[in-house]
């Protein structure tokens, strides 16, 4: 094999690295299953912030108010969340989203799917536009976490203002 694998990676569901490691040192209390899932939902908010390659203030503060709504982070742990995907968003939204998709649609029920599609919307809209980058990669993500289109239309419908498509 030409390639080796990085040093530093852990569970393929929450793309390895520091975020998994974080997601774990600030929810020692819930099972690996639950930590996966916030490290996906994590995960999916950056490679969405980053759609339009900015990571702008209204995303961040997005950001910061879905992890403060994690059940069972604490605030610090919320804060140490964010400051992994400040740090490494970037690299982490080039990464394998797809990862992130598959765990939570094989792990997730159907509406906690829904309602982190909502988030990644509320996040894309938060800049005051949703442009046809976001809105292509929303609607894939809607797809790969199991989803139907009138599904990605009904969490779509409440921003249908700030589509940049329509404008």
Known sequence: MFFRKP?????????????????????PADDEASRELVAAVAGL???????????????????REVLARVAGLSETGAAAIFAVLQRQGALIAVGNMHVYTRHLREHAELELRREVLEALLDLAASDGAISLTESDLLRRTASSLGLTQDDYLRAQAKHRDRLSVLK
């Open 7 to 27: 040093e530093s990676s852990s569970s393929p569901a929450t793309g390895g690295g520091q975020l998994a490691e974080v997601v774990r040192e600030h929810m």
């Open 45 to 63: 908010l950056v490679c969405v912030a980053y759609a339009d390659r900015a990571f702008s203030d209204g995303e961040q503060a997005h950001v």
